[in-house]
């Protein structure tokens, strides 16, 4: 069983930034793909960014690419997401996701762990 913790959520203007935070524990940082989903209103959790055991292995929804940055801190046991350049419909509660192995690297249904989610508000 992992359990994920994401912290640093919150209200940001138009064009501000925030960096999120996911905590494993057991550590997952040499086992486990790691994976940032959100989810806004009303709507169906998308897929955002995903990171595989070594940083060489990330990729992002075209939505957010060149403003989000994944990354992951195994001494920490931490994952991030360096959010810049901020729009109101990035608003959304954010997810963290963990899995051993991935293909659908864009379904929620193939993670096996997820965290309670962090608050993300972009005010216009």
């Known amino acids: 069983q992992v359990r994920l913790v994401e912290s640093g959520g919150g209200l940001v203007q138009t064009g501000g930034s925030l960096r999120l935070s996911c905590t494993a524990s057991?550590?997952?940082?040499?086992?486990?793909?790691m994976a940032w989903f959100r989810q806004r209103p009303d709507q169906r959790r998308e897929f955002v960014s995903v990171?595989?055991?070594?940083?060489?292995?990330?990729y992002y929804d075209d939505s957010v690419k060149g403003r989000f940055t994944i990354s992951r801190d195994g001494t920490k046991n931490t994952i991030y997401l360096q959010m810049n350049s901020l729009k109101p419909e990035d608003t959304a509660v954010y997810f963290c996701?963990?899995?051993?192995?991935?293909?659908?690297?864009?379904?929620?249904?193939?993670?096996?762990?997820w965290g309670q989610g962090t608050q993300v508000n972009v005010s216009s």
């Open positions: 990171i595989g055991l070594t940083s060489n292995y990330i």
């Open positions: 057991p550590p997952t940082s040499d086992t486990y793909y």
């Open positions: 996701a963990a899995v051993i192995s991935v293909v659908a690297i864009r379904t929620p249904a193939a993670y096996e762990y």
